[in-house]
């Protein structure tokens, strides 16, 4: 029995099943199912692109049409939206008028204080008295400055200051620009006229002969002699715009005159721009003053006859506050005269140049600018190197260098020869008047009492636009 099952045992045949093997008919299956996955997956998305494509090559034309009306009405909208834009952007000179018109935008009738901050406090850069008060403001009757000249002698063609001082018209040529309205100053004569000697004194002052030039009509003349104070500018040539002076009292309406002198090709200009002079010879609050025969073919140096003359024009007057074109005076002038003049004791207010002190780094920036050509400043510097003047960024405890589109002054014997020696310099030399005004506040050494107020200062007294428009030069 024993033998037997062994046997049986024996013949057996042993079957291992394990779950760790792999089912190779399982995974077959499962290999083609993801082939045939893969299959469809890449036959859907080749449909679709086939779909997409046909699409597009139907519709093609249509889509191209609402691209280009799309475009279309962007650049329309542009167009008429900004239609002065366009118009100067057709204009070399374009970015000249962007900035002018961003200036006009923005600086325009502002009245409100230009500020600083003094020891941690924020002030306003010019102090004026309050309203009230500048309401009241009149001229000092009791002030009388202290002056080392007396009396200032205009030197003329009927009263000369040597035999050799008659001046051919012939001499008004492109080599010299002394004619018959400045006289023949020579280099002697100018190296006199700094000297004072007593308290009598005579100097070259413009106005030098009756034919020369700077006509202005009785009754406008007589309207000029009756001012006790001035607020004068100019524009010859076409120049600027003129600008109303704002926040003015009624007291400075009543006291002072506001006086803007014109050639006959900024009246035509005006005009057609519309600005039409009234009756009265007003245009709001200036008189306009028309100058005929200007005496120099340069405008720019015609503009230094009212600018630094103002004590030949309006020889009555004693006080004086000149205003470039390019600016709108907005702070009253008796109160200008008082925080500027009166409280400091000064006779000539002027304004710091805000980049530069040194006149010989001002030279290299009137070159580089094209202000001036590098021959003739380099004749005034070869001059000014000659008699001696320092590279000094100060002379008597001010700073050298001024800026000088507003002037505020007394009509005192001195200010008045320093505003002629400054006049004679830039009829010698370059129409730039920052390059000589150094020079003559060094060489005139018993001037005194000037007030060089901050740029700070200056922004408060105008609202400055640039220059709009270049005047046109004479041509005869």
Not at 64 to 87: D, H, N, Q, W
Not at 351 to 366: L, N, P, Q, T
Not at 394 to 403: D, I, Q
């Amino acid at each position: 029995m024993s033998s037997s099952s062994s046997m049986l045992n024996n013949n057996s045949i042993s079957i291992n099943v394990s779950d760790d093997e792999p089912d190779e008919f399982a995974n077959k299956l499962r290999a083609r199912a993801r082939r045939k996955r893969k299959k469809i997956g890449l036959r859907s998305k080749t449909g679709f692109t086939h779909i997409v494509l046909k699409k597009l090559l139907k519709w093609w034309p249509v889509m191209l049409f609402l691209l280009a009306a799309s475009l279309f009405i962007f650049e329309a909208s542009r167009i008429g939206g900004k239609p002065s834009s366009r118009v100067k952007n057709s204009n070399p000179g374009n970015k000249h008028d962007k900035v002018v018109e961003k200036r006009l935008t923005t600086n325009l009738n502002r009245l409100d204080p230009v500020t600083h901050v003094v020891h941690g406090v924020r002030e306003p850069c010019l102090k004026l008295l309050p309203a009230e008060e500048l309401e009241h403001l009149d001229f000092p009757m009791d002030k009388v400055p202290v002056d080392p000249i007396k009396r200032l002698v205009y030197i003329t063609e009927a009263n000369p200051a040597s035999v050799d001082e008659g001046i051919p018209s012939e001499q008004h040529s492109e080599a010299s620009r002394f004619n018959l309205f400045t006289g023949n100053q020579t280099l002697k004569q100018r190296d006199e006229s700094f000297k004072v000697k007593g308290a009598d004194a005579s100097i070259h002052c413009g106005f030098y002969s009756d034919k020369r030039g700077f006509r202005i009509s009785v009754e406008d003349r007589s309207y000029m002699e009756s001012c006790k104070a001035v607020v004068s500018t100019c524009a010859f040539g076409g120049g600027d715009d003129l600008y109303q002076p704002i926040g003015m009292s009624e007291s400075s309406l009543k006291k002072v005159c506001f006086v803007s002198f014109w050639d006959e090709v900024t009246l035509a200009s005006q005009e057609a721009d519309g600005h039409k002079v009234g009756d009265e010879r007003y245009i709001g609050k200036w008189r306009i003053i028309l100058v005929n025969n200007l005496p120099f073919t340069d405008q720019r140096l015609n503009g230094k006859i009212p600018k630094m003359l103002a004590h030949r024009l309006f020889p009555n007057s004693r006080y004086s506050i000149w205003v470039d074109s390019k600016s709108q005076l907005r702070r009253d002038p008796l109160g200008v005269l008082e925080a500027l003049l009166w409280r400091s004791n000064s006779v000539l207010a002027i304004s710091e140049h805000g980049a530069r002190s040194s006149v010989y780094d001002e030279a290299k920036a009137v070159v580089k600018k094209n202000k001036a050509t590098p021959e003739e400043v380099a004749v005034q510097l070869a001059q000014y190197r000659q008699d001696g003047l320092p590279e000094d960024k100060r002379f008597n405890g001010k700073k050298a260098l001024a800026e000088a589109s507003i002037i505020v002054r007394e009509h005192t014997p001195s200010t008045n020869m320093f505003m002629c020696l400054w006049f004679n310099e830039v009829v010698r030399f370059t129409s730039r008047d920052q390059l000589s005004f150094p020079y003559v506040l060094w060489r005139f050494k018993e001037f005194r009492n000037i007030n060089m107020f901050p740029v700070c200062t200056r922004k408060d007294l105008v609202n400055s636009m640039g220059h709009i428009r270049k005047a046109k030069p004479l041509t005869s």
